[in-house]
């Protein structure tokens, strides 16, 4: 079985999804989806998580990832805008 090991994100700016307020519900529930596949492949052995730096779903799991640098602390985080 190969392991993934770096992981590609990108996704819709946050104004696409109709979030306009960083204390929207919908926030929460697209960081926790992030979190939970995120996790899953740190687990597995992921080591970087790349993002274009996008507001909206990048910006978000950028944050998932740092927050889970407390669990995972070799996995990193990379933006190439």
Known sequence: MTTLKQLVVTGYKSTELGIFKPTDPAVTYIKKALEQRIRSLAEDGLDWVIIGG????EIWCGEVVLALKADFPDLKLAIIT
């Open 54 to 57: 996008q507001n909206g779903v």
